[in-house]
């Protein structure tokens, strides 16, 4: 696989600071909260919205805070508690019960009946040290968002938190930011579940690639 942009560090930041309510809008779209951009962009700027249910701007605040912890700690280390700590925030203010700590018990995925199995900690700082070793940062952000949102690490909030934490490794390659467009997001989801049922992760990548990737050509 080929880097389908390359941006500098701070051409990548300016590009994912420019468009950051646009990623939030996407990424509660992608979870089914229904919000319009305007609204969306006003819960950002901190401006009262009628009719959003409390739990759903409290979740976009979520993703605004979790997005600025990213853009200021692109340096840190990219790890099991690197992505703990995104879970944490972005289940913050009682979003998700238990939000940071792995989960002990089975969950059900909608659109399919395919369980994924109890993580454990050890696995999974191991299976991300070995997809840090990817040698394209473009490959090497696919496969960690899958993989978040495929292992359920946490209790809730998994993609939000998978696509975060593959955005740190993009950002920091200057590759652009993952973002499923709206019109893309049946599409998506459809091979997620897909890709969920298999494990088979070769369609995926390529809409990913083609689709979800945003960026600027220098």
Known sequence: MQDKFHLTLEQNITLAKRNIVDYIWKSAKLEGINVTFPETNAIYEGISVDKIPVDDIIKINNLKRAWQYLLETLDKLTDFDYYSRLNILVGGDGSIDGAGKIRAYDVNISGTKWQPPIPYELDCRREISDMLLIDNPTERGIKLMLWGMRRQVFIDGNKRTAMLFANKEMISNGGGVLTVPIEFVKEFSELLVN???????????????????DGIKI
């Not at 890709?195 to 690639?209: A, L, P, Q």
């Open 195 to 213: 890709f969920y049922e298999t494990n088979n992760d070769t369609k995926i990548i390529d809409f990913i690639y083609n689709y979800c990737i």
